[in-house]
């Protein structure tokens, strides 16, 4: 199963730092919870002050309750750690959706980016 998880965040340069930073973190932590990150990016925004989203494309084994591994994570040392140093009232709102994909058609790392 894969989630798509979105997060609103105060301004682009807030958004760039939780990515560029704080995701990178999640990266190494996230695996030790069933998690693995397939993607992070960030919205393309050309003011610096409007509000910003960064999308996280995570999967999760078959058969895993994905709302269970979230609450572990988020309850952990790990992410403690990881989110150290960043104000969580940076974060406006964070979405999850459960997405599927269609094994007849080709993944998107099949495709060329143009």
Not at 22 to 46: R, T
């Amino acid at each position: 199963m894969f989630q798509l998880r979105i997060y609103t965040l105060k301004d682009n340069e807030i958004a760039s730092l939780y990515m560029n930073k704080y995701w990178q973190k999640h990266i190494v932590s996230l695996p030790k919870f069933g998690i693995k990150v397939e993607g992070v990016f960030k919205e393309k925004k050309n003011s610096l002050n409007d509000t910003c989203r960064v999308f996280a494309l995570v999967s999760f084994q078959k058969n895993v309750n994905a709302k269970e591994k979230n609450e572990e994570y988020m309850n952990s040392p790990e992410f403690k750690e990881d989110m150290k140093g960043f104000s969580m009232r940076n974060i406006l709102n964070v979405e999850s959706l459960d997405i599927q994909k269609d094994d007849s058609l080709p993944f998107f790392n099949d495709l060329e980016v143009m």
